[in-house]
């Protein structure tokens, strides 16, 4: 069973900010949300995650909504090596049976 | 610089002919899992490990064995690959802490079985 639901895929334009939906109805209290990129064929690469809080880093800005449904990560100025597929999943600290679903592939255009 | 080390980066085997793709990380981390990706599936976890000579099944298991008799390393076995397992395969790690750490992954090992 699905724990997200994202969008297929997206555009955005170089130098503007890009901003992902993530869908996650079923969360629980002790999850955290994270988002991971993968670009090409490499390994996956973390992002940022939170509990319910906005959080930010160098890379993204992650939005949580007050129910903790939903998030979205926000990169605020897009390059074109941000062309990606992210991933949005929840987890908690029991969790070692982590999958990940086909993501968003977020292609940035000059 | 924590690495986690996966080989080879691409392999081209026969069926069942026996192979085993190894992973290695130095950051002293407690959990380790394999991954398969598969165009249009996403990643999806074979087994993991929650520490030396602790191993479990993730969601797709069969075809595949591993074994973690030290921490840093976590190798895939293949006994006797079918052409079903061509895939693009990635190791990852992480702590298993009382704070959340994030999955540190490998480049991904591109196994073509023909």
């Given at each position: 069973?699905?724990?997200?639901?994202?969008?297929t895929?997206?555009?955005?334009?170089e130098g503007?900010?890009?901003?992902?939906?993530?869908?996650?109805?079923?969360?629980s209290?002790?999850?955290?949300?994270?988002?991971?990129?993968?670009?090409?064929?490499?390994?996956?690469?973390?992002?940022?995650?939170?509990?319910?809080n906005?959080?930010?880093?160098?890379?993204?800005?992650?939005?949580?909504?007050?129910?903790?449904?939903?998030?979205?990560?926000?990169?605020?100025?897009?390059?074109?090596?941000?062309?990606?597929?992210?991933?949005c999943?929840?987890s908690?600290?029991?969790?070692?049976?982590l999958?990940?679903?086909a993501?968003?592939?977020?292609?940035v255009?000059? | 610089?924590?690495?986690?080390?996966?080989?080879?980066?691409y392999?081209?085997?026969?069926?069942?002919?026996?192979?085993?793709?190894?992973?290695s990380?130095?950051?002293?981390?407690?959990?380790?899992?394999?991954?398969?990706?598969?165009p249009?599936?996403?990643?999806?976890?074979?087994?993991?490990?929650?520490?030396?000579?602790?191993?479990?099944?993730?969601?797709?298991?069969?075809?595949?064995?591993?074994?973690?008799?030290?921490?840093r390393?976590?190798?895939?076995?293949?006994?006797?690959p079918?052409p079903?397992?061509?895939?693009?395969?990635f190791?990852?790690?992480?702590?298993?802490?009382?704070?959340?750490?994030?999955?540190?992954?490998?480049?991904?090992?591109?196994?073509?079985v023909?």
């Amino acid at each position: 069973d699905a724990k997200t639901t994202q969008p297929t895929s997206m555009d955005c334009a170089e130098g503007r900010a890009a901003n992902l939906p993530c869908n996650h109805s079923t969360i629980s209290g002790n999850e955290y949300v994270y988002w991971y990129r993968q670009i090409h064929s490499q390994g996956p690469q973390y992002i940022i995650h939170g509990l319910k809080n906005n959080e930010t880093n160098e890379m993204a800005s992650l939005i949580i909504t007050e129910d903790r449904k939903s998030s979205t990560l926000i990169l605020p100025h897009a390059t074109l090596r941000d062309t990606a597929v992210y991933y949005c999943i929840v987890s908690n600290s029991n969790d070692y049976k982590l999958s990940f679903g086909a993501g968003t592939t977020v292609t940035v255009r000059a | 610089e924590a690495q986690v080390t996966q080989n080879p980066r691409y392999l081209i085997t026969v069926t069942g002919k026996k192979l085993t793709v190894t992973c290695s990380q130095n950051m002293n981390h407690e959990y380790m899992s394999w991954y398969r990706q598969d165009p249009g599936l996403g990643l999806r976890q074979i087994y993991y490990s929650m520490n030396v000579e602790v191993t479990d099944k993730g969601d797709v298991p069969e075809g595949y064995k591993v074994s973690r008799k030290e921490k840093r390393n976590f190798p895939l076995i293949l006994e006797s690959p079918s052409p079903n397992q061509t895939s693009l395969y990635f190791c990852a790690t992480r702590g298993i802490p009382d704070i959340i750490s994030p999955l540190h992954f490998g480049n991904g090992t591109r196994l073509t079985v023909t």
